[in-house]
């Protein structure tokens, strides 16, 4: 059952364009044990539809645990998570896996694709399984590919590509199911200067498409984008700054 601050939190979305609450989130790994690691305290974040926001923080500051937690990969210890009006943190994992294949795009830091799988392979992973025609999974495929310029390998062993060609492929495999929600954890991590400026291309494009994007890193040049909408920043599991760009049209 849905308490009143969830009811209140539901009912109060769309009202200032939020697609995204995060309330009063603690992540306790180890839980009332001896070892246990404290990675996020008392998070609260509301992200608006459309909006672009930056997590920065250093490793181990909890900005990774955060994204997983908004889609609904780690439940949080107290506190909640709704999205698109879904109370996520309370949803069964079956439900959750659901709801995160239909709704979220999740950019991994070390991409998480299956080395001796083809591009194509890859790239319908989360559509499997799904109850769509094998027709309209290679048409949603083929468009996934197109888009982010990696058609021509689609045959092509993942183990064989670039370190370019493995994140526009895992970008593809993200974004098949055209989601709303965009998360990508530490992208430009393992990424030279060239293929940064590439991803931060693709991400100027996704934005203008009106996705809403959350971008966990601790890359300056992020801080630099004149397209983000606000500046998160997260040190020892907790926001110790929330800064909202602002901008002159």
Do not use: W
Not at 35 to 41: C, D, M, Q, S, T
Not at 43 to 58: D, Q
Request: proline share 4%; hydrophobic share 40%; charged share 30%.
């Amino acid at each position: 059952m849905i308490n009143r601050e969830e009811a209140r939190l539901k009912k109060d979305e769309g009202v200032n364009g939020e697609i995204i609450f995060v309330k009063n989130v603690t992540k306790i790994y180890n839980f009332e044990t001896n070892k246990e690691i404290v990675a996020l305290k008392d998070i609260n974040l509301n992200v608006k539809s459309g909006e672009f926001v930056i997590l920065m923080g250093p490793s181990g500051s909890g900005k990774s645990t955060l994204l997983s937690v908004i889609a609904a990969l780690t439940k949080p210890t107290e506190g909640r998570v709704i999205v698109k009006n879904e109370p996520l943190s309370k949803l069964p994992d079956r439900f959750a896996a659901l709801f995160r294949r239909e709704n979220i795009g999740f950019i991994f830091q070390k991409f998480n694709l299956l080395e001796d799988l083809s591009v194509f392979d890859n790239v319908i992973l989360p559509l499997i399984p799904s109850d769509i025609s094998s027709k309209l999974l290679e048409e949603k495929a083929y468009e996934a590919m197109r888009k982010f310029s990696i058609e021509h390998k689609k045959d092509e062993k993942v183990r064989k590509l670039s370190g370019g060609e493995q994140q526009r492929c895992a970008i593809a495999r993200a974004l098949i199911n055209n989601p709303n929600i965009i998360l990508a954890d530490e992208p430009t991590a393992n990424l030279d200067a060239k293929l940064t400026a590439d991803f931060i291309e693709i991400l100027r494009g996704l934005k203008k498409e009106g996705k809403t994007i959350i971008v966990a890193t601790h890359d300056p040049r992020f801080e630099k984008l004149e397209f983000i909408d606000a500046l998160v920043y997260i040190q020892d599991g907790k926001i110790v700054k929330n800064s909202a760009i602002q901008r002159v049209e």
